[in-house]
């Protein structure tokens, strides 16, 4: 599973696999994001679930706002690997 390759790449970057970092937390509800976006393509007026997805959505955005002020190149890093953000063009 996808979680599991994810895992081990936090893990060679730290010791121990901690699953509650803020990046395994963003990487899980990216999952679950993705999982009910699909959902929701298939059924349009299923509400609970759309609720379920703003709240979700808030709390990724809230781990992301916090993780780019900790530390911009994990921020970054992250960003990159799950493909979340547009690139800034400037």
């Known amino acids: 599973m996808v979680k599991n390759a994810f895992i081990s790449v936090i ?9 509650g970092s803020a990046e395994f937390q963003v ?3 990216t999952n679950k994001i993705r999982r ?3 959902h929701l393509e298939l059924h349009r ?6 609720r379920g ?3 979700i959505l808030g709390k990724r955005q809230r781990l992301l ?3 780019s002020k900790k530390n911009k190149v ?11 953000r547009e690139p800034k063009i400037r």
């Open 27 to 29: 990487f899980n509800f």
């Open 74 to 84: 994990r921020y970054k890093e992250l960003i990159s690997q799950l493909d979340i």
């Open 11 to 19: 893990s060679q970057e730290e010791k121990e696999e901690n699953k």
């Open 36 to 38: 009910l976006t699909s």
């Open 45 to 50: 007026k299923d509400y609970l679930s759309q």
């Open 53 to 55: 997805l703003r709240k």
């Open 65 to 67: 706002a916090y993780l």
